[in-house]
């Protein structure tokens, strides 16, 4: 057997082994927060040494890096797969929409996301991971629909801005809720009153939640 064919089972229980802490960490980290959560309990919970932790990750920061990441993809993929499922492209904008409000009652991006991650990783790197995994997808949206209506009809980056910061701000006003079910009731409702800017008629608007 060839060296480069021993390597395979090798890199394959690398991999095994920091799928398992990703998962491990985020259920802990969703749990009890980032700052209650240490490493030796993630290892532990995921059976491996704490100096095997920290062969594959550099040290908490990292890890959390790398499960926030993980689900901001899984928001982004969500939201996708939420207006594929309508037809139009109005529609497609406020399910997306919805679908990223309702996220934020989940508890791993409830505290994970839109708790932690901000003051974790700094509003920056926080930024720039909403950007390359929903902001685009709401820009390219919003683009579509200027173009459908015949070019001009609204600036798509202010507008992009400006829903981008209204989802995100409600987003995290919801996470932070005592009852975030009753808080994105209200935000669902607030935000069918914002789709008028686009124009979008009100039963394909975000419905009440509840």
């Given amino acids: 057997m060839g060296a480069a064919a021993s390597r395979i089972p090798n890199a394959r229980r690398t991999e095994a082994t920091t799928a398992r802490l990703i998962a491990v960490a985020r259920r802990l980290f969703a749990e009890r927060g980032y700052a209650r959560t240490a490493t030796e309990d993630v290892a532990a919970a995921a059976e491996v040494t704490r100096g095997a932790l920290y062969h594959h990750f550099k040290g908490k920061d990292a890890l959390f890096e790398a499960v926030f990441l993980q689900i901001q993809a899984e928001i982004g993929a969500r939201i996708e797969a939420a207006g594929a499922a309508h037809t ?110 686009l124009d979008v008629p009100r039963d394909a608007a975000p419905e009440r939640a509840g």
């Fill in 88 to 197: 139009g492209l109005r529609p497609q904008i406020m399910a997306g929409c919805r679908a990223f409000l309702e996220m934020a009652c989940e508890p791993d991006i409830r505290q994970i996301v839109l708790r932690d991650a901000p003051a974790v990783l700094g509003l920056e790197a926080w930024r720039l991971a909403d950007e390359r995994n929903a902001t685009f997808r709401l820009r390219r949206s919003l683009a579509a629909l200027d173009r459908e209506q015949g070019g001009g009809r609204f600036d798509v980056e202010a507008m992009t801005v400006l829903l981008n910061g209204a989802l995100n701000e409600a987003a995290t006003w919801i996470a932070q809720a005592d009852d975030p079910a009753a808080a994105l009731r209200r935000a669902s409702a607030s935000f069918a009153e914002l789709a008028r800017a």
